[in-house]
């Protein structure tokens, strides 16, 4: 059996790779959510019902695309009105 020594510099090393590798899952993780969500994914991300839902496209507090019967949301705008939520 042999015996390996491991250094200080291989464990910066392998911090250093850790740290990269898990900050590409974190990029990959937020580049794949969708652009445009659908009503029902709204209403679950904002945790809201139906109807405010429906006042904030009344009021032009959220913009909506409508194709073909059905409403989309541009997640961006998602996060600007959960930023302005905080605010």
Do not use: C, H, P
């Amino acid at each position: 059996m042999a015996i390996s020594i491991i250094t200080k510099e291989d464990l910066q090393q392998f911090k250093a790779e850790l740290l990269e590798a898990i900050e590409a899952l974190l990029k990959r993780n937020t580049t794949e959510q969708k652009l445009w969500l659908r009503t029902s994914e709204v209403k679950k991300l904002l945790s809201i019902s139906s109807g405010t839902l429906q006042n904030l496209r009344i009021n032009g507090t959220l913009s909506y695309s409508k194709i073909g019967g059905t409403l989309y949301y541009n997640y961006k705008d998602i996060e600007k009105l959960m930023k302005g939520f905080k605010d």
